[in-house]
């Protein structure tokens, strides 16, 4: 069983940037897929970011604005957030995939951009 807890949330003008942190419980080289989700009220959860040790893989909607990161030292993942815009309010969610296929989410952090 893996937890993980999300931090680094909040509020931030458009153009602004956050850095959103997820901690798991376990190595991180136990995993093989980390990710960031989010979702916005009234709408489904979406893949924002993902990363193994090999590739990352971005919505098309934050390609060039976010850079997913993963510090296995640390056991840790982390969403550089920049030039952040109204449409990025959502409620962001860690993801891990361990290599047996077992899935797992964090609470969620919600992150908010003021217009």
């Known amino acids: 069983q893996v937890q993980l807890v999300e931090s680094g949330g909040g509020l931030v003008q458009v153009g602004g940037s956050l850095r959103l942190s997820c901690a798991a419980s376990?190595?991180?080289?136990?995993?093989?897929?980390m990710a960031w989700y989010r979702q916005a009220p009234g709408k489904q959860r979406e893949l924002v970011a993902s990363?193994?040790?090999?590739?990352?893989n971005y919505a098309d909607s934050v390609k060039g604005r976010f850079a997913i990161s993963r510090d296995n030292a640390k056991n840790s993942v982390y969403l550089q957030m920049n030039s952040l815009k109204p449409e990025d309010t959502a409620v962001y969610y860690c993801?891990?995939?361990?290599?047996?296929?077992?899935?797992?989410w964090g609470q969620g952090t919600q992150v908010t951009v003021s217009s």
């Open positions: 376990a190595s991180t080289r136990s995993i093989n897929v």
């Open positions: 993801y891990a995939r361990d290599w047996g296929r077992s899935q797992y």
């Open positions: 990363t193994n040790s090999g590739w990352t």
